[in-house]
């Protein structure tokens, strides 16, 4: 059985848990209520379990996912997925079977992301009940560096019954049917729900995004995570990628080398971190630009995108969001 129509969903759609607050309670609550399947984004743990109650709440008997960075988990993650619930987690940004086998032992379901097939096949010994295969055009970190129409049936092709949803270029209805219909059991949207009136994204952010020309993969802002993702140009970007999208190659050795900081450092201070970034000191983290935060930290923070902004143009309730994917 599809696994979005086992959670018993209205639509084989699903709101991706983008992290560092984003993908709040209200969000994905907002999401599961009106028929999709809403993700809360990773957080620190205290706030992420805060999220989670926050979106059960709002769902009402509807069922609300889970999104955990595989870098930065927590066992207080996971106790926050079992005491809320959760059915489904997706893991990004890497593959473990410690977490994984942690997950599915508090009751949940386990989707890895994946770029290829080689990960696929990796994702799936470590335990994974399913797959989000994820195209190089997503906004956010990158599992991927093709396109989901080359990276989609490759994975189909590359594993037998097992569910696979897929992410990157979802925008509305008529992506989401493209999907289906190339075999996908669901599809993935991120700046979409980015775009709307429940996301925690500062204004300014959803601004930005709305009027760029462009999205530039960068390893830019890669202190303390080294994955490539996806951007709309700001004044960092301006300054130090203008010869090459993802920076220079000595910032991307010290984001290499930087992987145990972004471990260290507790995700509850990445408020602060990114606050104290300056677009002339290159030392740019993950953080991003969250509602209550001074809007000057639009140009020193990352601003990530997918390449539908340029059918997207507007902030909308998440409801309405869901009704514009809906197949």
Same mark, same amino acid.
């Given at each position: 059985?599809?696994?979005?129509?086992? /959670?018993?969903?209205? =639509?084989?759609?699903?709101?991706?848990?983008? *992290?560092?607050?984003?993908?709040?309670?209200?969000?994905?609550?907002?999401?599961?209520?009106?028929?999709?399947?809403?993700? #809360?984004?990773?957080?620190?743990?205290?706030?992420?379990?805060?999220?989670?109650?926050?979106? &059960?709440? !709002?769902?009402?008997?509807?069922?609300? &996912?889970?999104? /955990? +960075?595989?870098?930065?988990?927590?066992?207080?993650?996971?106790? &926050? %997925?079992?005491?809320? *619930?959760?059915? +489904?987690?997706?893991?990004?940004?890497?593959?473990?079977?410690?977490?994984?086998?942690?997950?599915?032992?508090? $009751?949940?379901?386990?989707?890895?992301?994946?770029?290829?097939?080689?990960?696929?096949?990796?994702?799936?010994?470590?335990?994974?009940?399913? !797959?989000?295969?994820?195209?190089?055009?997503?906004?956010? @970190? +990158?599992?991927?560096?093709?396109?989901?129409?080359?990276?989609?049936?490759?994975?189909?092709?590359?594993?037998?019954?097992?569910?696979? !949803?897929?992410?990157?270029?979802?925008?509305?209805?008529?992506?989401?049917?493209? /999907?289906?219909?190339?075999?996908?059991?669901?599809?993935?949207? $991120?700046?979409?729900?980015?775009?709307?009136?429940?996301?925690?994204?500062?204004?300014?952010?959803?601004?930005?995004?709305? $009027?760029?020309?462009?999205?530039?993969?960068?390893?830019?802002?890669?202190?303390?995570? @080294?994955?490539?993702?996806?951007?709309?140009?700001?004044? #960092?970007?301006?300054?130090? %990628?203008?010869?090459?999208?993802? *920076?220079?190659?000595?910032?991307?050795?010290?984001?290499?080398?930087?992987?145990?900081?972004?471990?260290?450092?507790?995700?509850?201070?990445?408020?602060? #971190?990114?606050?104290?970034?300056?677009?002339?000191?290159?030392?740019?983290?993950?953080?991003?630009? /969250?509602?209550?935060?001074?809007?000057?930290? #639009?140009?020193?923070?990352?601003? =990530?995108? $997918?390449?539908?902004?340029?059918?997207?143009?507007?902030?909308?309730?998440?409801?309405?969001?869901?009704?514009?994917?809906?197949?």
């Amino acid at each position: 059985m599809n696994p979005l129509e086992a /959670l018993g969903l209205q =639509y084989p759609v699903m709101q991706a848990g983008m *992290g560092g607050g984003v993908a709040n309670g209200e969000l994905a609550g907002s999401v599961s209520a009106a028929g999709a399947l809403g993700t #809360v984004g990773m957080a620190d743990p205290q706030t992420f379990a805060a999220e989670l109650r926050r979106a &059960a709440m !709002l769902a009402g008997k509807r069922p609300v &996912a889970a999104n /955990l +960075l595989v870098p930065f988990i927590r066992r207080a993650h996971v106790d &926050a %997925c079992a005491a809320a *619930g959760v059915p +489904l987690v997706v893991l990004h940004g890497g593959i473990s079977p410690r977490w994984t086998a942690a997950l599915r032992s508090a $009751g949940a379901r386990v989707f890895c992301t994946v770029g290829s097939a080689m990960q696929a096949r990796r994702a799936l010994a470590a335990g994974a009940d399913g !797959l989000v295969v994820q195209g190089v055009e997503a906004g956010g @970190h +990158l599992m991927a560096d093709r396109t989901l129409a080359i990276t989609l049936p490759e994975v189909l092709e590359a594993v037998d019954d097992v569910p696979v !949803l897929a992410a990157g270029g979802v925008a509305d209805a008529t992506d989401v049917r493209r /999907l289906l219909a190339a075999g996908a059991a669901g599809a993935v949207a $991120g700046t979409r729900f980015l775009l709307t009136e429940e996301s925690s994204a500062h204004p300014e952010y959803k601004k930005r995004v709305l $009027g760029a020309r462009r999205t530039i993969r960068t390893l830019v802002f890669g202190m303390g995570w @080294h994955l490539p993702h996806r951007v709309v140009p700001n004044a #960092v970007t301006d300054r130090w %990628c203008a010869g090459d999208d993802l *920076g220079p190659r000595w910032m991307q050795r010290l984001s290499r080398v930087s992987a145990p900081l972004g471990k260290a450092l507790p995700l509850n201070a990445l408020g602060t #971190v990114v606050s104290l970034q300056r677009v002339a000191l290159p030392l740019y983290t993950p953080a991003l630009p /969250l509602t209550g935060m001074n809007a000057a930290v #639009v140009d020193h923070a990352a601003l =990530y995108a $997918g390449e539908t902004i340029h059918r997207i143009r507007d902030v909308i309730p998440a409801t309405d969001a869901v009704a514009r994917l809906a197949p």
